[in-house]
């Protein structure tokens, strides 16, 4: 059974920095590319940040560049995404992702259950 387990979300004041951490479990991820997205209430799922398995290319919505970083670690391949400067329309359930490299939501086969990220103004 593969499970992804998403953690480190929270509620931030705006110009705060949060930190996501995707832990996957099970199966390894060695082989797969990873990316985080978001749906805030009301609104689809979009793209936030993606990094390839080598961790050697990444991209991000326009929304979220030169704020958001998307990392990997070789420990469990975990996925961090360190979020500075958060803005209100940051607030989403933020998901992790593991798949085909992509910007496209419909690549990734493997999602987790989400972590709530809230930016009080």
């Known amino acids: 059974q593969v499970q992804l387990v998403e953690s480190g979300g929270g509620l931030v004041q705006a110009g705060g920095s949060l930190r996501l951490s995707c832990a996957p479990s099970?199966?390894?991820?060695?082989?797969?590319?990873m990316a985080w997205f978001r749906q805030a209430l009301g609104k689809e799922r979009e793209f936030v940040a993606s990094?390839?398995?080598?961790?050697?290319?990444?991209d991000y919505s326009d929304s979220v560049k030169g704020r958001f970083t998307i990392s990997r670690a070789s420990v469990r391949n975990t996925v961090f995404l360190q979020m500075n400067s958060l803005i209100p329309e940051d607030t989403a359930v933020y998901y992790c992702?593991?798949?085909?490299?992509?910007?496209?939501?419909?690549?990734?086969?493997?999602w987790g259950q989400g972590t709530q990220v809230t930016v009080s103004s």
């Open positions: 099970g199966r390894t991820f060695s082989a797969y590319s």
């Open positions: 990094i390839s398995l080598s961790g050697t290319r990444t």
């Open positions: 992702a593991a798949g085909d490299y992509s910007t496209s939501r419909w690549s990734y086969v493997y």
